[in-house]
């Protein structure tokens, strides 16, 4: 199978502070099924930054004017590595490219070794101090959260953050954030001052999604019969190196993703939808429904570092006399890393770093020509009914200039 890159490659130059950016807009599709290629990772080749796409494929990635010489770089699980030069995308403001889906290749392929999943994850956790950064780095990133409603969007926040961490050593408390977060800029939508809040969490949300990091802090079971259970399925492909790939699907749903050579976690996907009573709020009760989240990592000078979490988490809400279901409320939640530096001169200091209680408290007044140039998750029409929904309280541009 392969796959087909539209590359809507239009070059922007615009001014943020003293510099230039170039803007690169592209949308990946699968040849065959004409369907997108979501979340795939986009960069440059050699260089510690980027963006992914979303769902519908799409994305828009701003670079610094001084990579026009450099290769434009495209990776997604189970295909060959896109790579074209910058300067041939400006070129060509208009280019299809077909790419080769790499497990075509691996089909061929016998599995000699004797290696079972259980094995497989075994030897990826073993290894995670061998893989993973030791000493500090900082990372640049773009966080989103948005909440609906019984189908509809009531509330979207958005912040460009900055992210230290000494290394990756098991952390003895896995529920207290070791990393250091800095808010650079946050904008939020009128919903987050409404009624609605009651019906979630007003913790600080960012700092919960970055709890979710299997990696970082040793979400796996440790039970012996989990890694029993474990499957290996079929071979894959990333980014130029083959991927062992293994599953759980018996309490829950797990897939992780590990490098062939390096035994580095390169991908993971986790799903629960075991229902469980949560209590009763307003005369309501609620009960978990289910969460799906994904943690993605970028191999950047020998080391593998956080490229992208999400998480999608579910709760229904019932008549506490009835039992008769009312409404459903959905948490979507994305954090995207749009730079690493695995070496930094400085770090983010106590005084720096986020409050531990919500971003919609933590207030910092909106910038819009910082957004207009940054690193986003590109809007899809999903988005469009997120814009849609939230702007019956007016346009979002002066719901985050009130806010």
Known sequence: MRAILILLAGLILSTAGFSQNLTISARALDRETRE??????????????GTITNLEGAFDFHIPAEYRKDVFVISMLGY?????????????PQTEILM???????????????????????AALGR?????????????GFYRDVKQIAGTYVSLLEAAVRIYDDNYKEPRNKSKLRERVALQEVRRSIGYSSKFTTYFD??????VLLLNNDVRYRLFPTQEIFFSNLRRDADSW????EIFVVSHTREFYLKVFIDKSTFGIVHVEYENNSP??????????HKFESMKRVVDFRFVEGRYFLNYITVDYKVN???AQTEKLKFETVLQQQLLINKIDPQPEERIAVTQKMRSYGLQYQDLPYNKKFWDSYNVIKDSPLDEKIIMDLELEGPLEKQFEKN
Do not use: C
């Not at 997108?36 to 930054?49: E, T």
């Not at 290749?105 to 075994?122: F, Y």
């Not at 990333?238 to 190196?241: D, H, I, T, W």
């Open 128 to 140: 995670i101090d061998l893989n993973y950064p030791q000493d500090p780095f900082l990372l640049e």
């Open 36 to 49: 997108p290629l979501p979340f795939a990772s986009v960069g440059i080749k050699g260089k510690a930054i």
């Open 238 to 241: 990333y980014n130029g190196r």
């Open 80 to 92: 060959k590595n896109f790579e074209i030069a910058v300067s041939d995308i400006l070129q060509t």
């Open 276 to 285: 469980e009573d949560l209590g009763r709020v307003r005369g309501l009760t």
């Open 317 to 319: 809400w019932y008549d």
């Open 202 to 207: 007003q913790d600080n949300l960012l700092e």
């Open 100 to 122: 080769d889906k790499s497990t075509t290749v691996l089909n061929t392929v016998v599995v000699s070794d004797s290696m079972q999943g259980g094995d497989i994850l075994r």
